[in-house]
């Protein structure tokens, strides 16, 4: 019969001394091609700014004649407004955003880049439920550029 031989936990840490090169050499590897993408990937900064909206405070008997509208609704209606072309040609305008582009075909280039930056948080209440009490929804919209002061300059117009 064969007798089993006995490890000892130091023959553990030699074996892993003596193969200590297949670690180091692909965390390494992987610490210069990190740094390498960082240096060369563009820089994109995206500036948000948060829309609050209050739900009515007059009761519903005052309010029969007018169609009232719920929260999503409002959110619609204000998006609406934020990304219409006059407002939109009107921050091109004082922004001075590529004037050597038509306005129209800018402010659709400006319209694509606010709405992918449109977020709307889950809202806060018991339960996941909307809180009725609450009385103010929020929205964030947001703009992305390479430069942080413009994009924060032009959320902050568009808002």
């Given amino acids: 019969m064969m007798e089993q031989q006995s490890f000892h936990p130091?023959?553990?840490?030699?074996?892993?001394?003596?193969?200590?090169?297949?670690?180091?050499?692909?965390?390494?590897?992987?610490?210069?091609?990190?740094?390498?993408?960082?240096?060369?990937?563009?820089k994109k900064f995206v500036s948000q700014a948060a829309i609050g909206m209050q739900s009515p405070t007059l009761s519903a008997d005052l309010l029969r004649g007018v169609s009232s509208m719920d929260a999503a609704e409002r959110q619609r209606a204000i998006q609406q407004l934020l990304l219409s072309p006059t407002v939109l040609e009107r921050v091109i305008r004082e922004e001075q955003i590529n004037p050597a582009k038509p306005a129209a075909e800018v402010a659709l280039w400006l319209r694509d880049n606010l709405a992918k930056n449109i977020e709307v948080p889950a809202p806060i209440g018991l339960n996941g439920?909307?809180?009725?009490?609450?009385?103010?929804?929020?929205?964030?919209?947001?703009?992305?550029?390479?430069?942080?002061?413009?994009a924060q300059r032009?959320?902050?117009?568009?808002?």
Avoid: E, H, M, Q
Avoid at 132 to 143: A, K, S, V
Avoid at 154 to 159: K, P
């Fill in 10 to 42: 130091l023959d553990y840490l030699s074996a892993a001394n003596r193969r200590k090169w297949w670690f180091v050499i692909p965390l390494l590897t992987c610490i210069a091609i990190g740094a390498a993408v960082v240096a060369v990937w563009p």
């Fill in 129 to 150: 439920r909307p809180d009725p009490t609450r009385g103010i929804d929020l929205f964030y919209i947001g703009y992305t550029d390479t430069d942080p002061v413009r």
């Fill in 154 to 159: 032009i959320t902050n117009r568009v808002a």
